[in-house]
């Protein structure tokens, strides 16, 4: 056995939260931190799973079950991995635990949300809409606690939010905690952030205001997302009739990503489907380059196929401007087949934009990690006891992420017990 | 019933505002007369560590908690050895109800009464005694790449392993490989595979037995306790704990494929032969021996064709551009064509796309290769339609390689034993109308006999189920190792089309799962999806009638038969879903925390009101993990729907017993709704067929409404995901409005 038996697990999306279950079960201590206030990472914000068309919600429930049940795991949300010292065996771990300005210790209560008036753009639906900045950060939230953006608040709110607290319900005067704690073996899985498609000049984002990307369009179509699952468009609010997919939005190109994300084209034939069944007779038109529907997935495309409103056309898409009176989307693309320029108005056009690794935003002290050119994390055989689980490493589909974290974990394990 | 119980009642939340809680009190203190009954104000932190003490310090068996829902708390938290129990007063009674109001004054009660009922029957769950006898070993059957890493992973780790190779060698494809595909940044050059290099380390690992040209004879028993036979040189008998298959992919045989004339021209081979042309040294026209300069590559050989393979093999568009390099490295002439749909290099393969479109020599295009002709001297011309220049073309060549796709070495359990049964029917000499049936089955699946691999000893057949294309995968995305037979976990090519990298992953993260399992019945629990339950079924076995319901209905094949077909427990199979429960006609069938008696009594538990109040009652039964969860957000959204329902959680709606929609209506319940997953070919059930297997039964159900001379409407099954919260209301409005329209239950009062 190592000095230390025990397992951290930095990042609480699917890969991480499998991790630390699958750790917890074999028996091992784990602590489990997390950047947001909640678990679930970028998968808690998608719609649906392809190609089964589930919701992330379900198999969550499950997770979260086997997190909440296991007095092995700790979890720590608002938290950041600031330093790891130490070697294989016996590393020191500090962590930051940022205010939630939430104890837990007493419930929130409607006074407490009256006292607050102020609202805060909700990142968890990528700022698409706002939300009291005295909030449950999503409908399964766990841990099930408020959040407060106390920066955002008016100094009458705070004095009434104080009022409201005998209790200590809310405690405006939290600080940061540093908590250190002993662990064996790391495992990394931070995920992944979508490509910023502001970079991509040409494709309008920002400019055009209903060229959107595509993990905003799993929350437009999601029950628990800004527009209660009903596929409308930014400029009116309308249903669009006709959208428009733009794949590779930055992807396999160089000035952007060089490399393939792996999952954006099962993301937008998912999106087309969506498209299909929430508005009536609607037209959707994916650009490609090539179609890949690894495994499997290719069922999930050659069904699509057969849908006479969905066409297909291979070619990069040039640019994109907008109508100034209709607000629609304009697309200038180059058909490989028959080799033609195009331009064609859409009512909405969605980027297929891309996996982007996130462990180099915030860098963790004391490690030497080592990324390839595009910052994905290399697990090294002289990495010691530190392994990467999902989308740090890779461009990921969440099943294969799952397996990658569950194979992390033995890794782990087998440093833990050396 | 001597147990101490405690009941805790939260005031937080609202749910002192809406309810009248002293009289909610007096029905735990007065009706049920438990031994503690206090108010707290609410579940948060302070207030669920007072509980916590004041559990121990009353020295409470059972304690039941009403406020929150269930799914609030952190239960590994709670002092172990008392049973728990939660109430939902918030999320689905006083935020989805008005308040002081006398419809949710009774709905709170009534929950109250079920939870108190519910601590009363439930009994101490222990570990089940196989648990301490539990082995673990590790078997891996297939020695390639996936199963040598399997293998070398759980030995890593302390684990004692088992590998068991069909073949003389150890290896599989990867030993036939020239080169891998790139792995390592900056994803451009061509790597050893480094195979030999695994087999010299698994062969000399003291923790692994290796049995080369090996078979299974037999595997019985059940995970922690599977007693394997071996058949071969080295025929052996011992016992594992859990198994990891690995048993690879074959080519697909590219038969019915005239106008790439495989098999008809000399030089046209598969990717296969290629490789195993260029691993001996030299890349060569069949025909004459002589080097191939201009090699064609047809992709999608046979593959994403639905009349052949009708998925994509991930890595033939790869393995092309691989041997396009062998091409060019051994000669500076050398040209490589590669004809493709869509080429399909996903991640960082992009980069050696990339690289190899570099190269002058390798030509690349979209294209439908729509015939393969033979000139006088051998070479091949290669027609090609819808290319990227929007034209026509024809490439001479010396060699064609038809890059085929990958076929799963499984074998599918359920229709070897489906056409045993049918065998066995013919054989018994029984006629009618199934003699016709019986012989269609054997002509359409009897090929399947004959190819067991882990030859288990299942009533529901020798080997894994399998599920599209005959890759015995799992179905869940979110717990991608779960298959149908507990304790045994595929990696490798046999469960999806992958690469050699992914290969490796996937069979260090099987190992993983074949350990924790074993190390988790070491310690009485089950796997997914209800990691960490001890409690397990038992069975009073006197009442048994042999009915088979329970031993066809397990979707984990957890229970054999015995000759006269009495279902013979294997715990550590089980998977604790409770549908030989619900299926069970005799009710015999029972957990010691949740059986055919305690729901019955918490339903039992219910006030009903005479007729004449106007006050229907109906019985929700809900999946636990995915309908009652909807109902919380119901709850959190402050959705509003009828007070007249009383919703019971359940492990699955496959765990439904009929009798328990019986009593209720003998009761003078008004309907039953019954809530589960979605099923079908793309079903949600974690536990596979639940709700189907409870849609099925509702022949037994309008059955017994018949007798009664009730309406088929009252009885209702309605399938909902976790976050179709808005369709509750909804459902269960419309429901309301059917119970209204066929009247009131007669039996009430009854």
Same mark, same amino acid.
Request: glycine share 10%; aromatic share 12%.
């Given at each position: 056995m190592s000095a230390n038996g025990k397992i951290l697990v930095i990042g609480g999306g699917i890969s991480g939260i499998s991790a630390a279950a699958d750790a917890a079960e074999l028996g091992c201590e784990v602590v489990l931190v997390e950047k947001e206030p909640y678990l679930g990472g970028r998968v808690i914000r998608m719609n649906q799973y392809f190609p089964k068309l589930c919701p992330p919600t379900c198999g969550m429930e499950i997770n979260v079950r086997r997190i909440r049940q296991n007095p092995r795991i700790k979890v720590y949300t608002l938290s950041e991995v600031e330093k790891i010292s130490g070697q294989a065996g016996d590393y020191t771990v500090t962590i930051r635990v940022n205010p939630r300005y939430v104890t837990g210790k007493q419930p929130v209560t409607q006074a407490h949300l009256d006292a607050v008036a102020t609202e805060v753009p909700n990142t968890f639906n990528y700022g698409m809409d706002k939300t009291k900045a005295l909030f449950l950060p999503h409908d399964a939230a766990y841990p099930p606690l408020y959040v407060l953006k106390k920066d955002a608040l008016t100094s009458e709110e705070s004095q009434r939010l104080k009022n409201a607290s005998p209790g200590g319900a809310i405690d405006l005067d939290m600080k940061d905690e540093r908590i250190e704690v002993k662990v064996g073996a790391v495992i990394i899985a931070t995920g992944w952030r979508p490509y910023d498609a502001v970079r991509l000049d040409n494709l309008g984002f920002g400019r055009c205001v209903n060229v959107i990307t595509n993990v905003m369009m799993e929350r437009l179509a999601a029950l628990s997302g800004p527009t209660a699952g009903k596929l409308l468009r930014p400029s009116d609010g309308k249903e669009p009739a006709k959208v428009a997919f733009v794949q590779c939005a930055g992807s396999r190109d160089e000035n952007h990503l060089p490399y393939c994300s792996a999952v954006c084209c099962m993301g937008s034939l998912k999106q087309a489907r969506y498209v299909r069944e929430k508005v009536a007779d609607s037209k959707v038109t994916i650009f490609y380059i090539d179609i890949r529907t690894i495994g499997r997935f290719e069922k999930f495309y050659y069904d699509l196929l057969e849908d006479p409103n969905i066409s297909f056309i291979k070619g990069k898409v040039a640019k994109i401007t907008e109508d100034p009176v209709t607000r629609n989307p304009i697309v200038e693309a180059e058909e490989v087949i028959p080799g033609k320029k195009l331009s064609e108005q859409f009512d909405m056009v969605v980027l297929a934009t891309g996996i982007v690794p996130s462990i180099m935003d915030s860098p963790i002290a004391g490690v030497n990690l080592t990324c390839d050119s595009d910052g994905f994390l290399v697990d090294s055989p002289n990495g010691g006891g530190i392994f990467g689980a999902g989308c740090v490493k890779r461009p990921l589909d969440v099943s294969r992420s799952v397996k990658d974290a569950t194979a992390a974990v033995m890794k782990a394990i087998q440093i833990v017990r050396r | 019933m001597a147990s101490k119980i405690g009941v805790y009642i939260c005031t937080g939340y609202?749910? !002192?505002?809406? @309810?009248?809680?002293?009289? @909610?009190?007096?029905?735990? +203190?007065?009706?049920?007369k438990v031994d503690v009954c206090k108010t707290v104000s609410s579940c948060e932190a302070d207030d669920l560590d007072f509980i916590k003490k004041d559990i121990t310090e009353q020295g409470l068996e059972r304690a039941v908690i009403a406020g929150p829902s269930p799914r609030f708390y952190a239960t590994g938290s709670f002092p172990e050895n008392v049973i728990v129990e939660f109430v939902n007063l918030r999320e689905q009674v006083v935020w989805c109800q008005p308040a002081n109001n006398e419809d949710t004054q009774m709905l709170a009660e009534d929950y109250l009464r079920m939870g108190i009922v519910k601590v009363q029957k439930m009994q101490p769950v222990e570990a089940f005694p196989e648990s301490k006898d539990i082995d673990k070993t590790i078997m891996v059957v297939g020695g390639g790449i996936a199963g040598i890493t399997a293998a070398l992973e759980a030995a890593a780790t302390g684990y004692n392993t088992v590998l068991i190779e069909k073949s003389a060698q150890l290896g599989g494809w990867m030993a036939k490989l020239k080169k891998s595909i790139p792995r390592t940044p900056p994803y451009e050059a061509l790597e050893d595979t480094g195979i030999e290099e695994k087999i010299k380390q698994v062969q000399s690992n003291p923790k692994v037995k290796i049995f080369t040209s090996t078979e299974i004879e037999t595997i019985k028993g059940g995970p922690g306790l599977f007693d394997v036979t071996l058949k071969g040189p080295g025929a052996a008998s011992f016992r594992v704990g859990a198994i990891v298959q690995a048993t690879g992919w074959k080519p697909f045989e590219p038969k019915n494929l005239d106008h790439l004339g495989f098999r008809k021209f000399a030089n046209v081979i598969t990717n296969v032969e290629l490789e195993e042309m260029a691993k001996n040294g030299r890349i060569a026209r069949k025909s004459d021996g002589k080097d191939a300069k201009r090699v064609v590559f047809v992709q999608c050989a046979g593959s994403r064709d639905k009349a052949h393979l009708s998925y994509c093999s991930s890595i033939c568009c790869l393995n092309s551009l691989k041997q396009a390099a062998y091409v060019r490295e051994q000669s500076s002439e050398g040209k490589a064509y590669i004809i493709y749909d869509n080429l399909r290099a996903p991640g960082h393969y992009e980069y050696f796309y990339k690289k190899m479109q570099q190269d002058p020599g390798v030509f690349l295009t979209k294209g439908d290769v729509v015939r393969v002709a033979e000139n006088a001297d051998k070479s091949l011309t290669v027609d090609v339609e819808k290319t990227l220049l929007g034209e026509n073309i024809s490439v001479d060549a010396d060699l064609v390689v038809l890059a085929v796709g990958m076929v799963p070495c499984s074998a599918d359990g359920e229709k070897i034993r489906t056409v045993k049964d049918a065998k066995a029917f013919l054989a018994s000499g029984e006629g009618g109308p199934q003699v016709d049936v019986m012989k269609k089955r054997i002509e359409d699946i009897g090929q399947h006999e004959g190819t067991e691999i882990l030859n288990l000893d299942y009533r529901q057949g020798p080997d894994l189920p399998t599920l599209q294309y005959?890759?015995?995968?799992?179905? %869940?995305?979110? %717990? &991608?190792?779960? +298959?149908?037979? #507990? !304790?045994?976990? +595929?990696? !490798?090519?046999?469960?999806?089309?992958?690469d050699g990298l992914g290969s490796v992953e996937d069979a260090t993260g099987a190992a993983f799962k074949a350990i924790q399992c074993v190390e988790m019945l070491s310690r009485g629990e089950t796997v997914l999806p209800r990691a960490g339950d001890r409690s397990y079924p038992e069975f009073f076995l006197q009442r048994c009638t042999q009915c088979k319901r329970? +031993?066809?209905?397990? &979707? %984990? !094949? #957890? @229970?054999?038969?015995d000759v006269k077909g009495t279902p013979l427990p294997n715990p550590t199979r089980c998977r604790r879903c409770g549908i030989c429960l619900g299926a069970c006609p005799e009710r015999i069938i029972n957990f010691k925390n949740y059986s055919v008696d305690m729901i019955a009594s918490m339903i039992k538990a219910v006030e009903v009101p005479d007729e004449d109040e106007e006050k229907p009652r109906v019985l929700v039964l809900a999946c636990e993990n995915d309908a009652y969860p909807a109902f919380d957000t119901v709850g959190l959204k402050r959705l509003q729907y009828s007070p007249f329902i009383r919703v019971i959680p359940v492990r699955c709606l496959g765990s439904v017993n009929v009798i328990w929609i019986n009593e209720s209506l003998a009761k003078g319940f008004d309907g039953v709704l019954l809530l589960g997953c979605k099923y079908g070919d793309d079903y949600q059930c974690h536990f596979i067929r639940g709700s189907e297997l409870m849609n099925t039964r509702g022949d037994n159900v309008r059955e017994k409404l018949k007798q009664m001379a009730l309406e088929n409407e009252r009885v209702q099954l309605h399938q909902i995901q976790v976050s179709e919260y808005e369709k509750i209301p909804t459902i269960i409005g419309e429901f309301m409005e059917t119970i209204e329209q066929v009247g009131m239950n007669p039996f009430k009062g009854m």
């Open positions: - | 609202g749910i !002192g505002e809406a @309810l009248n809680v002293e009289q @909610l009190s007096s029905v735990a +203190t007065k009706e049920y005959g890759f015995p995968d799992s179905h %869940f995305i979110c %717990f &991608p190792y779960e +298959t149908r037979r #507990t !304790g045994i976990y +595929t990696a !490798g090519a046999v469960r999806a089309p992958m329970c +031993t066809e209905e397990c &979707p %984990f !094949g #957890t @229970l054999n038969e």
